[in-house]
């Protein structure tokens, strides 16, 4: 139960960043920070700390290739870093199902970008470089949500009927 919650409240966590990013095109560092410790908890309390080293190697590759990508301009800083704290709560042997849900998530992001260019002719703010930023915070929180909701949602029958 109490792994449910703290799970509940990562989820939590990464959809007010999502929210943010939508906002205003940036993630708070505070919020990635809570977002790190809340979801590697997750991962603890549910699996075991057996579990966390394989969470922590995930978040490590994570945020080292998002710094990569970040340094070539290819994500946000907060982005990269986003995703490196949803990966902690997320073991080593899951690291491609969430790339996989977020790329989903990035490409149903993109679709609804496009809509609303032809809709608005404009599709929010952009950057120095004249690029459009997209809010890729909802990309990864759709990829969290994927890999970590269903545990979620699975265990809500046994968490309302305890209340």
């Known amino acids: ?21 939508i906002r ?4 708070p560092n505070a919020l990635c920070a809570v977002l790190a410790v ?23 590759i994570a945020l080292v290739i998002g710094m990569v990508l970040f340094r070539f301009g290819m994500v946000g800083g907060g982005d990269a870093k986003f995703y490196a704290a ?3 709560g997320i073991p080593f042997s899951e690291a491609l199902p969430m ?3 977020t790329s989903i998530g990035g490409a149903f ?16 703010p952009r950057d120095k470089k004249g690029r459009v930023m997209v809010p890729y915070g ?17 265990s809500l ?5 305890a209340v």
């Open 109 to 124: 992001l993109l679709l609804v970008l496009l809509v609303l260019f032809a809709v608005k002719r404009r599709v929010g």
């Open 86 to 88: 949803a990966a902690l």
């Open 157 to 161: 029958p046994t968490m309302l009927s």
């Open 24 to 27: 205003s095109r940036r993630i």
């Open 38 to 60: 809340a979801s590697l908890a997750s991962l603890i309390l549910s699996q075991g700390m057996d579990a966390a080293g394989w969470g922590l190697l995930h978040g490590a």
């Open 138 to 154: 909802v990309a990864i929180f759709i990829g969290f949500v994927a890999v970590e909701g269903a545990a979620l949602f699975a």
């Open 99 to 101: 790339l996989f849900w």
């Open 1 to 21: 139960m109490i792994a449910d919650l703290a799970l509940a409240f990562a989820l939590l966590v990464a959809a007010t960043g999502a929210v943010w990013d």
